[in-house]
């Protein structure tokens, strides 16, 4: 079982390691930053009110769709992804824990094997989310056919597939922006690479 302690240096790790596309995501990462380091260690595995979480988007390799779920608690579609588990040897491997739990979908391919984020996104939650006040969410990216058949969670109301430029209406107001940045992000990526 990884440690508290261990997880977070992993992730401060990966984080610093991270060179984002975007001037506004770059300066979010310094403030990751400083909060890993001051929380030495305690924000993880619900470590305090807020904490660091992790996400994945899940999209087909075209990027034309991502699969959202219908959040139990928030009341909204947004992507998969929760809270860091004690056995989880690393921020990225819970986010695609959760991709996984949440979707059902057993054929997730990770965007890059490493788990280099994509995204930084704090946000302040409703008091249906009991002690948790804020979370510190890293997003990371992984893929699936379309034909993938989403099932379910305890987690969600419902799991489906949604054109990346056709939404449905109840996502979080800032979320079609979030998602425009991480596609922008892969596709930087993407061109990097070749």
Known sequence: MTSAPDLAA??????????????????????????????????????????????????????????????????????????????????????????HEESGIASLVPFEPEGAPVDLHRHALSSRFGTCLVHWDVGFVAFADIEALPVVSEESEAVAWFPVDRLPHDTPEDFPVRLRAVLEEVTHRRRAAA
């Open 10 to 99: 992993a992730a401060l790790d990966s984080i610093r390691a991270w060179e984002p596309a975007s001037p506004a995501q770059g300066a979010l990462r310094e403030e990751y930053v400083g909060f890993v380091e001051e929380g030495q260690g305690d924000v993880i595995f619900r470590g305090g009110p807020e904490h660091l979480t992790g996400s994945c988007f899940v999209l087909t390799p075209d990027l034309l769709h991502v699969l959202l779920c219908f959040h139990r608690k928030g009341q909204f579609w947004v992507q998969v992804g929760g809270h860091v588990e004690p056995g989880d040897p690393s921020l990225a491997a819970g986010a695609f824990r959760e991709a």
